[in-house]
Nanobody, 124 residues
Framework: QVQLVESGGGLVQAGGSLRLSCAAS????????MAWFRQAPGKEREFVAG????????NFKDSVKGRFTISRDSALNTVYLQMNSLKPEDTAVYYC?????????????????WGQGTQVTVSS
């Protein structure tokens, strides 16, 4: 199993930026996909962005394309979610997730490891 610890959430005004970090430990591997999901109150958890550790391929939710980027630091086993031009509708608890494999899949059901979540609040 992979253990994940997120950091970097907080309160920001609309139009602002935040960077989330997710540090992985445990049974890390070159064949790992790491992804960010979010869950707003009363809503289902949804995929935001993901990156394949093996080939660096990326996948994004349509509504965050052009505003969010995802990157990795292989030496630190850490993935980052840079969020720019934040909107109030981006407010949610953001979760880091990991699965063994090479393809970024948007379904939360295939991710076996989850972080504890970090709150992101965007005020209007």
């Amino acid at each position: 199993q992979v253990q994940l610890v997120e950091s970097g959430g907080g309160l920001v005004q609309a139009g602002g930026s935040l960077r989330l970090s997710c540090a992985a430990s445990g049974r890390t591997s070159s064949s790992v996909v790491m992804a960010w999901f979010r869950q707003a109150p009363g809503k289902e958890r949804e995929f935001v962005a993901g990156i394949s550790w093996s080939d660096g391929s990326l996948n994004f939710k349509d509504s965050v394309k052009g505003r969010f980027t995802i990157s990795r630091d292989s030496a630190l086993n850490t993935v980052y979610l840079q969020m720019n031009s934040l909107k109030p509708e981006d407010t949610a608890v953001y979760y880091c997730a990991a699965r063994y494999g090479s393809v970024v899949i948007q379904s939360s059901l295939v991710y076996a490891s989850w972080g504890q979540g970090t709150q992101v609040t965007v005020s209007s």
